[in-house]
């Protein structure tokens, strides 16, 4: 069973360029979270999604940052117009339904975005 | 006041120690418990969760959960180096999910 997959692993971005990150859950999962995590920082929450559904977008800026996570295909971070400051590191996580596994979240390996 | 507490460290130890790392928390709804160990530039990986108040064993590595006191420990028998990374530790209620900021551990040789 393969794990959290996302990619690419590594992007570089000028300021004023889009980035796009992509996470697949493991399988069977059905809820995907988004969290960013500055160094020798800890994670901080930005987003959690169903297929199809935005639970809570609480910890996403109001500007320039979407995710979207279709009935088919990966769940999608998107930063348009990117600065300096969105350089971080940004993991994906899963976790099964709650009615039918423990409340447990397995994370990706992570995008990090470095935005020149 | 945060909902999840936990000390940033670091804790430097002698290879072969015990360790304990603690959190505190403030949400009483909060049921499920867990650790996840955090090597440098690397993703989280789940270490151990639990359900409830009590303990659960692992290896080296012993879970408790006290939910009178809203605190949650992980202990770490004969460290080695290889322990050393950074711990953070979870805590959810219905698929959300609170993170506390993370203890660096450096295990000496």
């Known amino acids: 069973n393969a794990g959290v997959m996302q990619n690419p692993r590594h992007l570089v971005r000028r300021r004023g360029q889009e980035a796009r990150l992509r996470c697949s859950p493991m399988k069977g999962h059905s809820h995907v979270y988004w969290y960013r995590q500055l160094p020798e920082e800890g994670l901080k929450f930005m987003v959690y999604l169903q297929k199809e559904n935005i639970i809570d977008e609480s910890g996403m800026p109001k500007e320039r940052f979407s995710a979207e996570f279709p009935k088919e295909g990966p769940s999608i971070l998107r930063i348009q117009q990117v600065v300096r400051g969105d350089s971080a590191a940004y993991f994906c996580?899963?976790?099964?339904?709650?009615?039918?596994?423990?409340?447990?979240?397995?994370f990706g390996p992570g995008t990090r975005l470095t935005v020149l | 006041q945060k909902e999840v507490e936990q000390d940033p460290g670091p804790l430097s130890v002698p290879e072969g120690a015990i360790v304990s790392l603690n959190c505190t928390y403030s949400n009483s709804a909060f049921q499920y418990f867990m650790w996840y160990r955090q090597y440098s530039r690397k993703g989280p990986e789940l270490l151990m969760y639990t359900y409830s108040s009590g303990n659960k064993e692992d290896g080296r590595f012993t879970a408790q959960v006290d939910k009178s006191s809203k605190y949650i420990s992980l202990f770490i028998r004969d460290s080695q180096p290889s322990d050393s990374a950074t711990y953070l530790c979870?805590?959810?209620?219905?698929?959300?999910?609170?993170f506390g900021s993370g203890t660096k551990l450096n295990v000496k040789p």
């Open positions: 979870a805590m959810s209620s219905f698929n959300k999910f609170y």
């Open positions: 996580a899963s976790s099964p339904d709650q009615t039918t596994s423990t409340d447990t979240q397995y």
